[in-house]
């Protein structure tokens, strides 16, 4: 079975800082991994996702997430935080091609 | 080529009544996935359907929940006698394959209350 843990469920940071959002996975065969964003009473949108190419994924909006499988994490970054920003962000494993194993997701919060 | 829709946006059902989602995926996909998302959680796999086949719903409830994907129309999410514990919002989302880096696009959610 596969699971996401993301650490931390708030994570509140100023805007123009960099932002740091965790994520661990457990896998028994190679992940393909995947970062969501979810704002107020919306679905989700892809920001970006790892498919065993390069380990260091570039999404949209400025956000990035390197893979690193001797740590099993995919964390999810941005140099600086835009206001935009604040919003919750899931990480996500894909199940054999069926469905996505979220985790419990992370609020952030851009203070001004 | 528009997204996800789902409808209704929000439902509220009195504890007894029947719900149901409805659920149009992109144009092309023929695959359907249902998630749950309880308050202040993540989202919860239910069921992964392609057209009239259920392919895995190991995430659905045994009794009251169902759900179809006919050859046309919507999919359908039904959950017959809603008790309190229902209240979610509910998320669609489709692809267009089953390898594992497709992606799938999710719809803005039902978000069903009962009272």
């Known amino acids: 079975a596969q699971s996401v843990t993301q650490l931390g469920s708030h994570v509140s940071v100023s805007e123009g800082a960099l932002v740091l959002l965790r994520c661990n996975y457990s896998?028994?065969?190679?992940?393909?991994l995947f970062w969501y964003v979810q704002y107020p009473n919306q679905g989700l949108q892809l920001l970006l996702k790892?498919?065993?190419?390069?380990?260091l994924v570039k999404g949209i909006n400025g956000f990035e997430a390197e893979f690193k499988k001797s740590e099993t994490s995919f964390h999810l970054t941005k140099p600086s935080a835009h206001m935009s920003d604040a919003a919750e962000y899931f990480c996500?494993?894909?199940?054999?091609?069926?469905?996505?194993?979220f985790g419990s997701g992370t609020r952030l919060q851009v203070q001004p | 080529n528009a997204g996800v829709m789902q409808n209704p946006r929000h439902l509220v059902r009195r504890r007894g009544q029947e719900a149901r989602l409805r659920c149009s995926p992109m144009?092309?996909?023929?695959?359907v996935y249902w998630y749950r998302q309880l308050p202040e959680e993540g989202l919860k796999f239910m069921v992964y359907?392609?057209?009239?086949?259920?392919?895995?719903e190991s995430g659905m409830p045994k009794e009251r929940f169902s759900a179809e994907f006919p050859k046309e129309g919507p999919s359908i999410l039904r959950i017959q006698q809603v008790v309190r514990g229902d209240s979610a919002a509910y998320f669609c989302a489709s692809s267009s394959g089953q390898s594992k880096d497709t992606e799938a696009f999710f719809g803005q959610g039902t978000r069903l209350t009962v009272v």
């Open positions: 896998s028994s065969v190679p992940p393909y």
């Open positions: 359907l392609q057209k009239e086949n259920i392919i895995d």
């Open positions: 144009k092309g996909h023929s695959h």
């Open positions: 996500a494993v894909s199940d054999l091609g069926r469905a996505l194993t």
């Open positions: 790892y498919t065993s190419a390069a380990t």
